[in-house]
């Protein structure tokens, strides 16, 4: 069983920036592909966006080019770097690590953006 930690949530401003970590159980976290995901309230969990290894990314189109993700193995942790935060970025952040059958999430992380 892999345990996922999410921080760094919080409330800010709109136009304003914070970094998401999720820090990781595994004893092998670079086989692990990690995404982020959020649920907004009374809305369905959305893909953010993924790291499939080092070099592979992937964003969902709302957030490309203000989101980025980034991870670090040998801490076993994956981080979401959020800049020029929008309102309707506010959601519960989730992080996933999924490797063949195996998938596991955290139980999420609060961010809110005020207009």
């Known amino acids: 069983q892999v345990q996922l930690v999410e921080s760094g949530g919080g409330l800010v401003q709109a136009g304003g920036s914070l970094r998401l970590s999720c820090a990781s159980s595994a004893t092998r976290f670079s086989i692990y592909s990690m995404s982020w995901y959020r649920q907004a309230p009374g809305k369905q969990r959305e893909f953010v966006a993924n790291s499939y290894d080092m070099d592979t990314t992937s964003y969902a189109g709302s957030v490309k080019g203000r989101f980025t993700i980034s991870r670090d193995n040998a801490k076993s942790t994956v981080f979401l770097q959020m800049n020029d935060l929008k309102p309707e970025d506010t959601a519960v952040y989730y992080c996933?690590?999924?490797?063949?059958?195996?998938?596991?999430w955290g139980q999420g992380t609060q961010v809110t953006v005020s207009a």
């Open positions: 996933n690590a999924r490797f063949a059958t195996m998938e596991y």
